[in-house]
């Protein structure tokens, strides 16, 4: 299928620097918009994915930048369905409003708001929640719960509109998201704008240090357009005067950075914690060109060693499963060509069923399917999830089952 110019377009400028001298560090498969799980078994057209990294400072972004009004479209994804990412929500915002005395009944904002998760947890700890997010039915359904939410992308005309309608934020959040933002200048000028003098803005977004240590590359997908470090993530910061006075590895989604920014001349004090990860950094210099090219190599091998299993199990004509409809698991199924064996796959997520997988068109069911029908080999496709999904699932593996982990490296699961 043919690309329109207005669907895709090459990024020629640094969105930190603005320099255009670039290396091309890793190229993956071209895919379709990882979410897309369709009703309809029909074509989808598929883009690259290519990753580059500035020259001059060090970012690491996609080549490609996919509109985000084409992404967000057929937006699936709901933050409810991610394993125990409410629990760390809820201690994440109870330390923050502790640590950074937020008054209660102050506004807080959560930027791309999604299921409204955090807008409910804004509400418990008393504080008025104000959600901002693009896509337009999961906007709808918190609307509905009562989670007060904007349907729109964070740009001027929203900004003005909670200034005119509310206040100055206190809280600022932008949990995983603040890697799909295309025009990160516009973005952050809008957060500085709504952000009270006193107020705390925090991003919480995927680091690659920690993924791709564990061959994590299925988190390479066309609505991650940065990957940040914390080096690189502070640069930008620092071009709207904003402050880091806190940064932390954390555990969620395999590895992810939590970053805390203030206004510059807020008094607040930078943390131990701040300096000790910029250190971290540079010591493992995980923007090299060479961590990339061995991060290559693992992928082959991993994939060579799955596909050898796979192509004889397909030989002795066995039924194979993949466990896991997400963004994620599409980069994956692209990557290793798993199209050529799996016969079905499952998920436990009820707007994943009776979908096919995007692109290649695989059908999706509810997972009690592999309980009845017993297949030889289930691939957990999700396999950052695994601990969960092995312990739900222990009765296909008690009556024979055999569970195959593709990544970080290959694992099979007997009884």
């Keep these: 299928m043919i690309i329109n110019k207005e669907e895709v377009i090459i990024k020629t400028q640094c969105r930190i620097c603005n320099t255009s001298e670039f290396d091309k560090i890793l190229k993956l498969r071209d895919t379709p918009l990882e979410d897309q799980y369709l009703k309809t078994n029909i074509e989808q057209k598929t883009y690259p994915l290519t990753l580059l990294k500035c020259q001059n400072c060090e970012y690491i972004f996609l080549k490609e930048v996919v509109s985000p009004q084409i992404s967000y479209s057929e937006y699936l994804y709901e933050s409810k369905v991610t394993n125990g990412l409410d629990i760390h929500y809820d201690q994440y915002i109870s330390n923050i409003i502790k640590k950074y005395k937020i008054p209660k009944k102050s506004l807080a ?60 934020s206190m809280l600022i959040t932008a949990n995983y998201m603040f890697a799909n933002i295309d025009n990160l200048d516009e973005f952050l000028h809008n957060v500085v704008k709504i952000l009270h003098k006193k107020g705390v803005f925090i991003i919480q977004t995927g680091y690659h240090p920690d993924q791709f240590k564990k061959n994590m590359f299925d988190y390479i997908y066309h609505e991650h357009f940065s990957y940040f470090c914390l080096n690189t993530l502070d640069k930008i ?165 055999v569970f195959l982990l593709p990544l970080p490296s290959l694992k099979v699961k007997k009884t």
């Design 109 to 168: 904002v959560d930027l791309g708001s999604n299921d409204g998760l955090m807008l409910s947890l804004f509400k418990k700890n008393k504080l008025i929640p104000l959600g901002v997010e693009p896509a337009k039915e999961i906007a709808s359904r918190a609307n509905s719960i009562g989670l007060t939410t904007i349907n729109s992308f964070f740009g001027n005309a929203t900004s003005n509109f909670i200034i005119k309608n509310y206040s100055r």
């Design 237 to 401: 910061l620092k071009k709207y005067d904003l402050k880091v006075v806190d940064a932390e590895r954390i555990s969620p989604k395999g590895g992810s950075l939590r970053v805390v920014c203030v206004h510059k001349h807020n008094s607040k004090r930078i943390s131990n914690s701040y300096f000790n990860l910029l250190e971290y950094e540079k010591k493992g210099n995980f923007n090299a060109k060479s961590y990339f090219e061995k991060l290559r190599d693992n992928i082959d091998k991993e994939k060579l060693a799955l596909t050898k299993i796979l192509s004889l199990a397909k030989k002795q004509e066995k039924t194979i499963v993949g466990f896991g409809a997400s963004h994620s698991t599409t980069t994956l199924m692209y990557e290793f060509e798993l199209h050529k064996f799996i016969d079905y796959v499952v998920d436990d997520n009820e707007s994943k069923q009776n979908t096919f997988t995007p692109g290649i068109n695989i059908p999706v069911f509810n997972t009690k399917k592999i309980h009845k029908e017993k297949p030889d080999l289930v691939i957990i496709l999700a396999w950052q999830h695994r601990s969960v999904i092995l312990d739900k699932h222990k009765n296909y593996l008690d009556k024979g089952g």
